[in-house]
C-alpha cells in the first residue's frame, strides 16, 4: 500500500532486524508492532529512538491492543503516534506525511545546530589564540609596583582598555591609559599596534608629544572611521617632581597628595587618538611640578559611568570622596567601592584605574663593560677646505663608537674632541679672540667673525688622532694644528666663572685624565681613561 | 641635529628641545627659540632627552639665555639630560644657575 504512495518500505521481521535495517539504510519514519518476537514494540522503541540521537524519527506504533495503558506505554517508550489495526489507509498516510515533515524540520534545524556549533567552535578558538597574543603582547610588560598601581578589569574576554608602563633610559617613568571605542575584541584590536609604539618610543626616550603624535597617526591609518581611542600618556621625571602629559578625551585626572585630598584637576585637552589627520594634530602637552609623594589618578569612564541601583551614575564627585576616603588608598579599594555601588547592574564597560606615585627613580647598577682588546688607532688629517665643508668631530666620534666599550663614553669624547678640535681651529688656524665672547652679543659676533675667517682660509691643516690602549682602557688624543700656538687660559678656577670663555679648558681637564700642551702650543695631547 | 620648540596648552611652559648635538652650530636657532618667551610664559625647559653631545660652546649659549631672559621667567629647566650631559653640567657648576632635572 505504502508503497504505492511511492514510498520506499523496508520490512523488518522483528526488534532486533528492524534496528539493523536502521543502521544500513537512511529511514525516515518506523511503523511499529507491538507483538513480534525476539524483540517486542515496547523494547525496540526506545533502541530507535537512542540511535536516531538529536533529528526527529517518528516512531508510530500498530497496534491490535486497545486498552488505555497500553497507549500509555506506547507513548512512554518514545512512540510517537498510534494507529489501531485494522487501519484506515487515509488515516495512515495522513499521519505518515504530517510525522515527515516534522521530521524534514528537525532535520533542518539539527544541520543548524550543527552549523552554528561549528562556526562558534571555529570563532572559540580563533578567540584563543588572540587572547594568547594579546596576554604575551600586553602583560608581557616589566612592574613597577613602588611607582604605579593600577587595575583593570574587562566588561569581556578582550579588554578596550589597555593600561602600558615602561622606563625610559635616563629613569623617567611613562604611562599610558587608553580607552578604545566600545569593548571586547572589535575595541582590543588596536591596543596591538599602540604598545608597540609605545614602548618602542619610550625606549628611546622620546617626549610625551611625540609619542602622542606617532600613535595618532597609527591609529588615524589603522582603525575605521567610527574607532577612536582616548588616551592619557604621561611622562614623569626621573627626580620625581615634573610631569608631562597629553590628554585626550579621558575623564579628568587629579593630582593627590598622600591623604587622597585633591590637589589638582587635570582636564582632557585634545580629541581622543585616531580621529584628526597629521595636519589637524594638536599636540600641545601640559607641565606640572609636583612634590615628591604627590599621586596621580587616572581612570577611564567606565568608572564615573558606572550606575547605581536608581540609574545615577558613580560620578566625579563620588571618586573624589572615595580617594579622599583613606590615605594611600589603592586602585583595588577604589574598584571595591564602585562594584559596590553599582552591584545590582551588570557591568557596562570596562573598568580602569592607575594611581601613580611621584617618585624618584632609582638607580639601576651598571653592567660591567666589556673594552675590545685590539689597539684601534685612528687618524685624519684635514686640509683648509675641508676644515670648511665639514664637520669632522662627530665623525671621528662615531668612528671610535664602533670598538668595543667606547660607545658608552661618546658624549665625553665629543666634548674632548670638539673642545680641542675648535681650539686649534679658532685659535690656532684662525686666530680669534675669545675676548669676543665677553661682550654683549659677543657670542653672536664672534660666530660671524668665525665664519668670515673661515671662508677665506686657504692654507692651513689639522691632524687628530686617536690611540686607544687596550692594557690601560685608554684613548690619547692628539690635536695638532699648522698654527702659530695659542696659550690656554691660565688660571681658571673651579668655581662658576662669568666669563664666557676658557669654560672649554675647564671641561677638558675635568672630564680628561691628563691635558698637555707642546711647547710651542700648537697641540694637545688628552689622555681619556674608559674605567 | 635638530631644535623644536613647543609651547604648553596653557601657555605658560616653553620647551625647547635639542636632537643630537648641541654645539655653536644651533647658535642662531637658539636665540630665536628663546625669543618667543612672552608675559604668559612662567618657565622655559630646555629638554635634552635627544640630545647626545654638547660642548662648551651650549654652556655658553645656555648662560646667554639666562642672562638675556633675566627674570622675565620663573625658571629655566635643563631636563632629562643623559648622565654623562649632566656631569657635564655639574663640573660647570650649572646646577647653581638652572634646574637641573
Redesign the interface.
Known sequence: MLEHQHYDVLVANNGLEALELLKQHEVDIVLLDVMMPVMNGFETAPKIKEYAGDVYLPIIFITALEDHASFEKCLRVGGDDFIHKPFDRVILSAKIRAHARTRKLSKEANEQKRQLQYHYNQTEREHEIVEHIFRNALSGQQKFESICDFHLSPASMFNGDMFLMAK???G?FYCLLGDFTGHGLAAAVGALPASRIFYTMVQK???V?DIATELNSSLYTLLPGHMFCAAAIIEI???G??ISAWIGGIPDLYLIDGAGSVLKTIES?HMALGILDEDEFE?????FEVETGTRLVMATDGIIESEGPDGEMFGEHRLIDTLGSKSAISTQEVINCVRSYSEHAEQQDDLSIAIVNCLPAIQENKTKAHYSSIPFDVSVSLDAEQMKST?PV?EI?NVLSNVEGVDA????I??LL??AY?NSLDHGVLGLSSEL?NQEDG??EY?SQRADALSRLTDASIKVSATYCPEKSCIIFEICDSGCGFTPSSGYT???SSE??G??V??LS??ADSVSYNPTGNEVTLVYSLL | MSLSK?????G??L?I?IKG?F???L??SF?QAYAEVNDQTE?V?V?L??T??????A???L??MKKTLGDSVGSI?I???????KK?LQ???FD??FEI?
Open positions: 625610559s633610559p635616563i623617567g626616550g622620546m617626549a608629544s621625571s626621573s627626580s617632581k615634573n585637552q599636540r600641545t602637552i601640559l607641565h664637520d662627530l666620534v663614553h661618546r658624549s665625553n665629543f666634548l670638539s673642545e675648535n665672547k657670542f653672536l660666530y673651579p668655581e662658576y664666557e670663555h669654560r672649554g675647564q671641561l675635568e672630564i | 613647543n609651547a604648553s596648552a596653557d605658560k611652559t620647551t628641545q648635538k654645539d655653536f652650530n647658535v642662531q636665540r618657565k625647559v629638554d632627552r635627544d647626545d653631545y654638547m660642548d662648551s660652546s654652556l655658553g649659549m648662560l646667554n629647566q631636563s632629562n639630560c643623559r648622565p654623562q650631559l657635564i663640573i660647570s657648576r647653581k644657575k632635572d
